[in-house]
């Protein structure tokens, strides 16, 4: 895709909607909770028959020392970085019960460490957090070994301690740098701060730099966040996520004070901030990655892209070759053998299970063939930009795959009309523009939304409340 991409605001409108990103397949509120310590472990136990298949490796960390209004992930607010340790006591357990199931299958192609903020942890505590999983697994050359970290409270040392570890790629979060923004969300750090951060890694020659923002957070203006993308585009990062802001406040309380804080923009305005990043990121030299993730022209992400290589898991777009994905901390979710695995949400229910020697699965579910026929197009989709029935049929050896998608199929000619996709017969590509509405089109093979889509629609018509979906624009 080359230069500036404009994208009508009309069509970035039209789309604006509920549904899910595919991290997985099926989405994470089709997991049942029947699920536990002992499901788990059998799927590590069939992940250790393949002994030679290597593995990505994640771990959460989730303190933080304060709270962003925004926030929608998991943490615990803490100001004291003591509190750590024993949290690293309950993973340090999770890691030997898990790798000794694994038996022979350790090696390492990707390790991230998500939030919380994983430097929360002091140098000593980030040194012990890497041995824990360096004593029992094991790096391949190349493998991408990333962590994401807060310019605010992330210093030069531990950036030092990081790199002499071997962490060669660094997420910051950014989100926006208008200061009155950054007041209303309750994140306040400044640009010279997260200039001095890329000055330092860069000084200890990172090999990536991954910058994440966020539009639709309450106050923003399309003159604020284009100076925010003018200042990243100066500061150059290699790739860049663009989120939209997911307003839960059903799931997540604190982001109900935004409301009262600032005018949360509407749908046209997000559309709008979303096509300033497009263009901004586009005249830069930026190519769309998939949804809202993009990368610079000679990043290997895009590399991967462009030779159908690319990988989706649970952190996102990859370059790892792994199919499966251990997980370990509060809430972390990990893939194992066809099988989602997801830890307790609150780090005294994972410290108690541990300390008993148990894990902490709460939940998971293990893919069913139909399952795994459509996570096989949504992951085509997504990754490779296409869907070909031929290459699928081979791949699954299931076969009367146009026979089987005949709805699907049909249901997908509105994106064609739109410029989104050319479609035949038996295969259809993803155009440069519909990069950007890969969820949309992924949604039209996913049965579990439409089954509850139908049931959220029963329920509204009684009065009832129930489940709800953040927004994809
Ligand atoms: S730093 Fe990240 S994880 Fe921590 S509260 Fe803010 S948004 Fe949430």
């Known amino acids: 895709m080359d230069g500036a991409l404009h994208v009508d605001e009309s069509v970035l409108l039209r789309l604006a909607g509920a549904g899910p990103r595919y991290t997985s397949y099926p989405t994470a509120p089709e997991w049942t909770d029947d699920f536990g310590p002992d499901d ?11 002994p030679d298949q290597p593995l990505s490796l994640y771990v959460h960390l989730p303190f933080c020392s304060r709270l962003c209004l925004y926030c929608g992930c998991t943490v615990e607010i803490s100001g004291k970085p003591s509190r750590a340790d024993a949290y690293l006591d309950a993973v340090e357990r999770e890691i030997e019960l898990v790798s ?37 697994f094991r790096f391949l050359p190349g493998a991408e070994i990333s962590l994401e970290v807060d310019p605010h409270v992330t210093t030069h040392a531990q950036i030092d301690a990081l790199m002499d570890l071997g962490f060669n790629r660094v997420s910051m979060g950014v989100q ?50 284009g100076r925010t993308l003018d200042e990243i585009v100066r500061l150059a990062p290699d790739r860049l996520a663009v ?84 997980a370990f901390g509060m809430s ?93 017969e038996r295969r259809l590509e993803v155009t440069p523009t519909g990069r950007l509405f890969l969820r949309h089109m992924a949604m039209v093979f996913d049965e579990h939304l439409h089954r509850r889509r139908a049931e959220a629609a029963a329920r509204e018509a009684a009065g009832e409340d129930g489940p709800r979906f953040s927004q994809t624009i």
Request: aromatic share 6%; hydrophobic share 40%; proline share 4%.
């Open 100 to 136: 000794a199931t694994l038996g022979e299958r350790r090696d390492l192609v990707q390790m991230h460490w998500g939030g919380g903020t994983p430097t929360f942890l002091s140098v000593e505590q980030l040194q012990r957090m890497h041995g824990l999983v360096a004593e029992r």
């Open 332 to 424: 972390a979710i990990g893939e194992l053998a066809g099988t989602y695995v997801q830890n307790a949400r609150t780090t005294a229910e994972y410290e108690a299970a541990l300390s008993d020697g148990r894990l902490a699965t709460i939940r998971g579910l293990r893919r069913s063939p139909e399952d795994e026929l459509r996570r096989a197009v949504i992951l085509s989709l997504m990754c490779r930009m296409r869907i070909d029935l031929d290459e699928l049929e081979a791949q699954t050896g299931r076969e009367g795959l146009a026979e089987h998608f005949a709805a699907e199929w049909t249901r997908l000619r509105p994106f064609a009309d739109e410029g989104f996709c050319r479609m035949g």
């Open 40 to 50: 788990a472990t059998d799927a590590a136990v069939r992940a250790s028959a393949t």
């Open 176 to 225: 926006d740098l208008d200061p009155h923004v950054q007041h209303v969300v309750r994140r306040e750090q400044t640009a010279e701060e997260t200039d001095a951060l890329v000055a330092r890694c860069r000084e200890r020659s990172v090999e990536g730099l991954n910058m994440d923002l966020m539009y639709g957070l309450p106050d923003q203006t399309e003159e604020g966040f």
């Open 243 to 326: 989120f939209g802001y997911a307003h839960v406040p059903w799931m997540k309380p604190a982001q109900k004070a935004l409301e009262a804080r600032g005018t949360m923009p509407g749908p046209t305005e997000r559309a709008r901030l979303f096509g300033l990043a497009i263009e901004k990121l586009g005249a830069a030299g930026y190519e769309v990655i998939g949804l809202d993730h993009f990368a610079k022209a000679d990043d290997p992400m895009a590399k991967a892209l462009h030779e159908g290589t690319l990988h989706r898991n649970f952190m996102g777009y990859a370059l790892a070759p792994s199919e499966d994905m251990v």
